[in-house]
């Protein structure tokens, strides 16, 4: 149980265009979502707080117009990284939080994402 | 400022050892401290967790030991195995917050 997706795992595009990446809770009901993003040997990094039906909370320095956030249902949550440039290549990763748990977050396999 | 400090940052150890991780934290009002597994190109995953009514908390192999009153908690992993061999992340939230704040993570070789 508590399995979450993301798709694509991976994509590569060209600097200016924007890429979309999916996260679904497969097999629960999540209220709200996270949205991380990794660096190489480093920690995660919270970029926003995705709250079903209602506008997502952003974290301290990230750009709310790049990274676009939507949250259309209990099982799926987008982030769209718009106009993107190689400075957002990055590991992007994605949770859920059991609707009703007690902050269990159970996160994607992550996608990756080059910006040539 | 890091609410979680994690330490060491990377751990080898032989084949039927015990890895030892250690966080430490500031924010008494953080009651929920998970564990996190994450080998590379993955993301994490959810290996034991424990809330601050309990010094301890055993699931296998693995071992929290948490101490409320010098806001520290560890990891044990016994008999450590070559499969374990991952970068570990404690953390730390609130329940009426909901967000989870990581350590730097350890990373963790068991050699065979």
């Known amino acids: 149980g508590a399995v979450v997706s993301q798709h694509p795992s991976r994509v590569i595009c060209k600097s200016g265009t924007s890429v979309k990446i999916e996260c679904r809770s497969l097999?629960?009901?999540?209220?709200?979502m996270f949205w991380y993003r990794q660096f190489p040997k480093q920690s995660l990094m919270l970029m926003a707080t995705?709250?079903?039906?209602?506008?997502?909370?952003?974290e301290q320095g990230v750009e709310k117009d790049k990274f676009l956030i939507n949250h259309a249902s209990l099982t799926l949550s987008t982030l769209t990284v718009t106009s993107a440039h190689p400075e957002d290549s990055s590991f992007y990763i994605c949770?859920?939080?059991?609707?009703?748990?007690?902050?269990?977050?159970?996160f994607g396999p992550g996608t990756r994402l080059t910006v040539l | 400022q890091q609410q979680v400090k994690q330490s060491p940052q990377s751990l080898i150890v032989q084949k039927g050892g015990i890895s030892i991780i250690n966080c430490a934290y500031e924010?008494?009002?953080?009651?929920?401290f998970p564990w996190y597994q994450q080998f590379p190109g993955k993301g994490p995953a959810l290996l034991i967790a424990?809330?601050?009514?309990?010094s301890e908390k055993k699931e296998g192999r693995f071992t929290i030991s948490f101490n409320k009153s010098a806001k520290q908690f560890s990891l044990h992993i016994m008999d450590s195995q070559p499969g374990d061999s991952a970068t570990y992340f404690c953390?730390?939230?609130?329940?009426?917050?909901?967000?989870?704040?990581f350590g730097a993570g350890t990373q963790v070789v068991v050699t065979p």
């Open positions: 924010n008494t009002a953080f009651d929920y």
């Open positions: 424990i809330r601050p009514d309990v």
């Open positions: 949770s859920a939080q059991l609707a009703g748990g007690y902050n269990e977050q159970f």
């Open positions: 953390a730390a939230s609130m329940n009426s917050w909901g967000k989870l704040q």
């Open positions: 097999d629960f009901q999540a209220t709200t």
């Open positions: 995705s709250n079903e039906g209602s506008k997502a909370t952003y």
